[in-house]
Every structure is written in structure tokens, then in C-alpha cells.
């Protein structure tokens, strides 16, 4: 060890032996003498001791807090490595549903082009055919007048002569007329002049897409104690004919950054992933048992809670497809305790099991590994661990306590730092935290969605009511993409979406 201590990290093969106070470098002989020649304050180590000390104790908290933030980081961008094998999945699917669209337009293009080409045509031919028919008609009745009167001039024919002199003298002002309308041309034909516009706007374009990085920086500035005001509030159906139960009950909602919402049915077993607008249940997955809770693992990824266990699905050409089921790691399917509420935070899943919230680590053979004790705990009676949430920086955990009507705060490490209350929340069972810090929780009880501030000490606003017409709120989400937020009911065939400001 001390060996690799005095070794020079960028001359292996040389001791450290000096000290530059100007660059705060140690150096050996050769960084000495290709580097610091010209600096004033440069000591033999030896010296150096005497005049400056470390603190080895807060030297080792350093390293221990630096070597967290290096893992926090490695598990980060080791999360991130799935989600972009499936974000080019998905989007490759998407650039060939988009070729299959051009191509789509391009034959109703030439299918609309080819019409007008045959009813030209047809247009052209039908005048056609009618003046050669015309003139076969004005030929024959005039050949049949020149004729007749080239068998007349007889004296006692002179009336016959006069009515045969009147109708060819009719018959040929109505040729010359007809000729005169329509004069002799040179022979028709139909000009086809393609529209350029459309392969040359095509020429314009070197992909058909725009590629950006989606790389979010948690440093960005956020506004945490940002008011949400709601404009305005609709309801819309997410009931399906092959429902069991008469009503539904929303225990989870998800977003996914394509727009598409996915909600975890709790009374009819089922998963139903609604469309931008909500309007349509476009896919549904009827699972084994009762989903408790869902979150958002990955671009087109969700992971579902039920009693004991976690099911990931995924979306697959706007289609809900199951995943595999996540074991233990003792390759048991049941975890060791109850399971209620799913956080998915820096590749890392957060279980509640109504008394505690658990840390379990994903490994690369798709297993659940818990860590050694939980994070939180409490025991004082009820369901006082139910839902939870991360701040955006992951520094802060929110929990709900069901059974005490709390907001809990506590740090990543499982400390506790506050607890909130207020008399308009009554049983919360809903959380949620927007990408700006804005904390949004749900009463059941109370029947109403309120967000609180960013120190969780004060109720900043009453965002739905009673008076709104909202009944028993459980789950909750922020649309980024709309900016909206969506709340799913119990023993309701509706959620509820509010517009903001």
C-alpha cells in the first residue's frame, strides 16, 4: 500500500519527492523538471509536512462521500443503458410506422393522380368519339344530298330542285358552322407535367426524424413553491366492456414521455393504457391478482406492484405486453413482505410494505436483491408506510402515513427530517412530485388534491375539492407533456384531469 502511495501517477516508475504549493501538485523528478521549473514554491515533501497537515479523518469522509456520489452516479448511467436499448427499440418501430405512413400517402397520391388521369382521359376520348360522329353524320347526310342532286335538273322537277337546294344549303351552313366552332387543330393529346415540389421538399430533408438528447440535468433551476393553478377540470371513461366489476378503482397512473397514460385497474385485475387524450383504452392486460401500484421504469417500461410481487410491462407498437416477473433473489416470486406502493429512483426500486420502506437493487439477471434492513419504519399501528416519492435531485424521499394523515420527509438515507399535516388532508393515498419540485398529494378522506411546499410545512393550494365534484382520490400524476394532472378515483369508472395554467 505505501508502494502505491509514493508512486507517481504519472511516472510510475519514480517516487514522489516534492511538493508545488503553486499548483498544489506533488511531484516527482521528472514532473519537476517538465513542469514546474519555473515555480517559486516547490519543497521537498519532507518540508512540506512540517508547514502543511491533513485531516486524515475528514480526508476519509471525503473519499467515503465522494465514492457515494460516484455510485449514485454508475447506477444512473447503468439505468440509463436499458432505457436507451429500448427508447431505440421503440423509435425504430416508430420510423418504420412513419416510412409506412409516406409510403401510405404517397399511394393515395397516385392512386387520386391516376383517377384524374382516367377521367381526363375519358374526357378527352367521349369529345372525341362525339365529333367523329358528328362529322360521319354531317358527311353521310350531305353525301346523300349531293346524291340526289346530281339526279335532278329536269324542268318539271323545279319544286323537288328547290327543296333539295334549301336542305343542302341548310346542311352545309351547319357543317361550316360545326367546323368553325371547332376548328382543326393538330392532333390532341394529354401533357402530364409531374409536381416536382413534393420530391424536392423530400430532397430537403436528410432524416425523417430530429433527433435531440434527452438528457435532463438535475441541476437545472426549478421552482418548487411554483403555484399550480387549475384552468379547468373533465372527467373521462376508463371502463372497458370486459370489466368484472361495476366499477373501477385507479390505484396507479404512469405518463410515458410519448404521451400515453397507463393506469393500474385495482377492482378488475387489468392494466389499461389510454391514449394522448384519454378519450380511448387503446391496449389492456388482464394480470393474476390486484395491481397495488405502478411506476416508470423505462421510455416504454412500467413496473407493477401487486401483494407480494413485481411484474414489469412494456409497450410494445402502442401495445401493453407483459415483462418478465422480477424474483428475489433467493428465485422466490414473493417478496418477503407486504407490498403496497413502487418508486423506481437512479435504477433502484422503493417498496412500501404498509409499516416500512424497503431499498432493493435490480441486478443484471433481473433479480430483486433488498438491502440489509429498511430504510423507514413504523409501527405504531395502521398503514403508516403507504405511497412514496422522490424529490427531482434525489435527496429527499416523501412517504405517506395512511393511518396518521402525515406527509413524511425523510433524506435518501431513511433520516427523518419533517411531518406535515393539514385539515384538508384526511387519509392521503395519492403522491406525487412534478420535475419542478412541486409536491402534489391526494386525501381520500378528505376528498381533495393539495400541494404543499417545498419545506413540507405549509398547504400551498386546494387544486380539487368536493365542491368540484372530486370523490375519493388514490393516485396521482403530472402530465409533462400536457400540463396536466390526471388523479384516479376508488369505485369510480372515470379519472379526473385538470388543466393548468
Not at 396507479?252 to 394522448?276: F, H, M, Q, W
Amino acid at each position: 500500500m505505501e508502494d502505491l502511495l509514493l508512486k507517481c501517477d504519472v511516472h510510475s516508475n519514480n517516487n514522489l519527492g516534492m511538493f508545488c504549493q503553486d499548483h498544489s501538485q506533488l511531484c516527482c523528478s521528472d514532473c519537476v523538471l517538465m513542469n514546474h521549473r519555473q515555480c517559486s514554491n516547490l519543497d521537498l515533501i519532507s518540508e512540506s509536512v512540517k508547514t502543511l497537515s491533513v485531516d486524515i479523518q475528514q480526508l476519509s469522509r471525503k473519499i467515503q462521500t465522494t465514492l457515494s456520489e460516484l455510485n449514485k452516479f454508475k447506477r444512473t448511467q447503468e439505468a440509463s443503458i436499458p432505457s436507451v436499448e429500448g427508447s431505440y427499440n421503440e423509435k425504430q418501430q416508430e420510423i418504420r410506422e412513419m416510412r409506412n405512413k409516406l409510403n401510405a400517402a404517397l399511394d393515395e397520391l397516385e392512386n387520386t393522380t391516376l383517377k384524374e388521369l382516367y377521367e381526363i382521359k375519358t374526357t378527352l376520348q367521349t369529345s372525341l368519339k362525339k365529333g367523329v360522329d358528328n362529322c360521319s353524320r354531317l358527311n353521310d347526310e350531305l353525301q346523300l344530298l349531293g346524291d340526289a342532286v346530281n339526279g335532278l335538273g329536269d324542268e318539271s322537277k323545279k319544286e323537288l330542285e328547290f327543296i333539295a337546294g334549301r336542305k343542302c344549303l341548310d346542311k352545309i351552313q351547319e357543317a361550316e358552322s360545326y367546323l368553325k366552332e371547332n376548328p382543326v387543330t393538330v392532333q390532341r393529346s394529354m401533357v402530364f407535367q409531374a409536381n416536382t415540389d413534393i420530391v424536392q421538399d423530400l430532397s430537403k430533408h436528410s432524416s425523417l426524424w430530429r433527433f435531440v438528447d434527452s438528457k435532463q440535468s438535475p441541476k437545472k433551476e426549478m421552482n418548487p413553491d411554483q403555484v399550480l393553478t387549475v384552468k379547468s377540470k373533465s372527467y373521462f371513461n376508463v371502463k372497458i366492456a370486459s370489466d368484472k366489476k361495476q366499477t373501477c378503482y385507479i390505484s396507479g397512473i404512469c405518463i410515458l414521455p410519448s404521451g400515453e397514460t397507463i393506469v393500474a385497474d385495482y377492482n378488475n385485475k387489468r392494466v389499461k393504457l389510454l391514449d394522448k387524450h384519454y378519450n380511448i383504452v387503446s391496449s389492456d392486460l388482464e394480470v393474476d391478482s390486484n395491481p397495488q401500484d405502478i411506476c416508470q421504469i423505462s421510455l416504454s417500461q412500467v413496473a407493477i406492484i401487486f401483494v407480494n410481487s413485481v411484474q414489469f410491462i412494456n409497450v410494445i407498437n402502442g401495445k401493453l405486453v407483459i415483462g418478465h416477473l422480477l424474483k428475489g433473489y433467493d428465485d422466490t416470486r414473493e417478496l418477503p413482505h407486504a407490498t403496497l406502493g413502487i418508486n423506481y429512483h437512479q435504477g433502484d426500486l422503493y417498496i412500501t410494505s404498509g409499516t416500512a420502506l424497503y431499498h432493493y437493487t435490480l441486478t443484471q439477471y433481473g433479480k430483486l436483491w433488498k438491502h440489509k434492513k429498511s430504510l423507514y419504519e413504523d409501527t405504531r399501528g395502521g398503514i403508516t408506510v403507504y405511497k412514496c416519492a422522490f424529490s427531482p435531485d434525489g435527496d429527499l424521499i416523501f412517504v405517506l402515513n395512511f393511518a396518521q394523515n402525515k406527509l413524511i420527509t425523510l433524506t435518501i438515507d431513511g433520516t427523518l427530517i419533517s411531518k406535515f399535516t393539514d385539515p384538508e388532508l384526511q387519509g392521503p393515498k395519492g403522491l406525487h412530485v412534478t420535475p419542478s419540485g412541486q409536491v402534489i398529494v391526494c386525501g381520500f378522506y378528505s376528498n381533495t388534491v393539495i400541494q404543499v411546499d417545498h419545506e413540507r410545512k405549509n398547504k400551498m393550494a386546494t387544486l380539487a375539492s368536493e365542491k368540484d365534484g372530486l370523490r375519493y382520490p388514490v393516485s396521482v400524476c403530472y402530465n409533462t407533456n400536457t400540463n396536466q394532472i390526471i388523479v384516479g378515483l376508488f369505485a369510480s369508472n372515470k379519472i379526473s384531469v385538470m388543466e393548468l395554467k
